[in-house]
């Protein structure tokens, strides 16, 4: 199964809002409500930003936030800061025999 | 506080197997999963597997059949991961992470450090 599609970059000014997206299919992201989003910052481990769609963990801004539309599911970030400049990956159970599958990750730069 | 400590960095020849461990500590170890996730050089995120650390249980990606054993001790909260027959293209860092009790929840809420592993003839 291939990984579910994301941008490869996205930007925008610091204040500004950016959204991105995470297409699967109807087998993973579309049959599920169990997309996870991670922000990567070089050189250090994966950070879970949104879980369960839309769910925040306690400590995360609420600058962040999901949906799911369909088959493709959306990060969007409020108010763009410098330190929201990290590489962002999707993630999605996809049931048996696949079982979990992420995007190719998403590069946001902040202008 | 919830805390993983992956073991160090490892150079491999190819055929050879590698283990990396993951200690985990700041939480009840048997009321979690951890999901093992790889990174190659410059490439995204890659799930490699799942394991329960109350009846051992697993589940791996399709890719790795036959190469990757998970298993946890609960004596010491520790879960490991062994990949055989290593190639270059398993040059990777790998991280452990904590995640629930049934597979495919994909809340990785705590990660370890990573360990990179180094395949080279």
């Known amino acids: 199964q291939s990984a579910l599609t994301q941008p490869a970059s996205v930007s925008g000014s610091p204040g500004q809002s950016i959204t991105i997206s995470c297409t699967g299919t109807s087998t993973d992201v579309g049959n599920y409500n169990l997309v996870s989003w991670y922000q990567q910052h070089p050189g250090k481990a994966p950070k879970l930003m949104i879980y369960?769609?839309?769910k925040r963990p306690s400590g995360v801004s609420n600058r962040f936030s999901g949906s799911k539309s369909g088959n493709t599911a959306s990060l969007t970030i409020l108010g763009l800061q410098a330190e929201d400049e990290a590489d962002y990956y999707c993630c999605s159970y996809a049931g048996s025999p696949t079982y979990v599958i992420f995007g190719g990750g998403t590069k946001v730069t902040v202008l | 506080q919830v805390q993983l400590v992956q073991s160090g960095a490892e150079v491999k020849k190819p055929g050879a197997s590698m283990k990396v461990s993951c200690k985990t500590s700041g939480y009840t170890f048997t009321r979690f999963g951890i999901s093992w996730v790889r990174q190659a050089p410059g490439q995204g995120l890659e799930w490699m597997g799942w394991i329960s650390a109350y009846n051992n249980n697993t589940f791996h990606a399709q890719n790795l059949q036959g190469r990757v054993t998970m298993t946890t001790d609960t004596s010491t909260s520790t879960a490991y991961m062994e990949l055989r027959s290593l190639r270059s293209d398993d040059t990777a860092v790998y991280y452990c992470a904590r995640d629930y009790l049934v597979v495919g929840g994909t809340r990785f809420d705590y990660w370890g450090q990573g360990t990179l592993v180094t395949v080279s003839s």
């Open positions: 369960e769609g839309s």
